[in-house]
T-cell receptor, first 113, second 112 residues
Framework: GESVGLHLPTLSVQEGDNSIINCAYS??????FIWYKQESGKGPQFIID?????DKRQGQRVTVLLNKTVKHLSLQIAATQPGDSAVYFC????????????FGSGTRLSIRP | ETGVTQTPRHLVMGMTNKKSLKCEQH?????MYWYKQSAKKPLELMFV???????ENNSVPSRFSPECPNSSHLFLHLHTLQPEDSALYLC???????????FGDGTRLSIL
């Protein structure tokens, strides 16, 4: 079946370094992708999104890259800070229905001082 | 503050109890969702409401009963739950399909 997966369940990064979190998707019809951050005890928080007609989008300290050829999505966090510690999910959507969405299982990002 | 408020934050109930989870969104969105989040599993979509009409029931057991009286409020009525229903239940809202969903902080449900 269609699925969204993450290459690594955990990622440890030195404070100040850049973080890269990867996500693979299998539904070629997906046309909208979202990254979420979930801190302990909280719900997922929207970080950044990208539509399939783009291959890169930048936000504040974050960049999302989309490679439709290999069905790969990545989230880059610049100058990682302790507050970036969380679980990061990618999600893919397709079609106009609000229900056509699949979430990945998440990558836990931990920051070394 | 995400604009989506869920109550209660924690709930412990027996298998024979009846309880309800509440969600309210202050974002003016037209779609609301219930998700189940279990440990080490991806978010599972349960129900979707668009303009108060249920548009998706993702094969959820009938012991979970949603209610959406208006575009700002969503309830999940619980009855005769099982221990495997213990999880974090998240509510979300969005403005249409190709817009990000905004989540509440969830209700941590424990079934004794």
């Amino acid at each position: 079946g269609e699925s969204v997966g993450l290459h690594l369940p955990t990622l440890s990064v030195q404070e100040g370094d850049n973080s890269i979190i990867n996500c693979a998707y299998s539904n070629s019809a997906s046309d909208y992708f979202i990254w979420y951050k979930q801190e302990s005890g909280k719900g997922p928080q929207f970080i950044i999104d990208i539509r399939s007609n783009m291959d890169k989008r930048q936000g504040q300290r974050v960049t999302v890259l989309l490679n439709k050829t290999v069905k790969h999505l990545s989230l880059q966090i610049a100058a990682t800070q302790p507050g970036d510690s969380a679980v990061y999910f990618c999600a893919e959507r397709w079609g106009s229905s609000a229900s056509k969405i699949i979430f990945g299982s998440g990558t836990r990002l931990s920051i070394r001082p | 503050e995400t604009g989506v408020t869920q109550t209660p934050r924690h709930l412990v109930m027996g298998m024979t109890n009846k309880k309800s989870l509440k969600c309210e969104q202050h974002l003016g969105h037209n779609a609301m969702y219930w998700y189940k989040q279990s440990a080490k599993k991806p978010l599972e979509l349960m129900f979707v409401y668009n303009f108060k009409e249920q548009t998706e029931n993702n094969s959820v057991p009938s012991r979970f009963s949603p209610e959406c009286p208006n575009s700002s409020h969503l309830f999940l009525h619980l009855h005769t739950l099982q221990p495997e229903d213990s999880a974090l239940y998240l509510c979300a809202s969005s403005q249409g399909g190709h817009q990000p969903q905004h989540f509440g902080d969830g209700t941590r449900l424990s079934i004794l």
